[in-house]
Nanobody, 120 residues
Framework: QVQLVESGGGLVQAGGSLRLSCAAS????????MGWYRQAPGKQRELVAA???????NYADSVKGRFTISRDNAKNTVDLQMNSLKPEDTAVYYC??????????????WGQGTQVTVSS
């Protein structure tokens, strides 16, 4: 089992910045992908950004140029730096990790979520 503990988040005015951090613990071998998803009220959970153990990144179009994901493999942490925040970024943000159990089987883990609220 892998446990994901998030920190950061909160209330910020539009145009401001926040930084989210997530630390993985437990059986952390073979965690290939770590990332962040978000879910706004009445909407489906969506990918915000992800990063592989090799450093390849993927961003939602809506956050490109504003958000930066980074990862420390030695510390098993993943951070999301969010700049130029907009009211539409308001959501609960979830840390995610995908662990390769076998070449044919992967397991997903989720953090408890942290609220990000951007006021206009």
């Amino acid at each position: 089992q892998v446990q994901l503990v998030e920190s950061g988040g909160g209330l910020v005015q539009a145009g401001g910045s926040l930084r989210l951090s997530c630390a993985a613990s437990g059986s952390i071998r073979s965690i290939n992908i770590m990332g962040w998803y978000r879910q706004a009220p009445g909407k489906q959970r969506e990918l915000v950004a992800a990063i592989t153990s090799g450093g390849s990144t993927n961003y939602a179009d809506s956050v490109k140029g504003r958000f930066t994901i980074s990862r420390d493999n030695a510390k098993n942490t993943v951070d999301l730096q969010m700049n130029s925040l907009k009211p539409e970024d308001t959501a609960v943000y979830y840390c995610h990790a995908k662990q390769t159990i076998t070449p044919a089987f992967e397991r997903d883990y989720w953090g408890q979520g942290t609220q990000v609220t951007v006021s206009s």
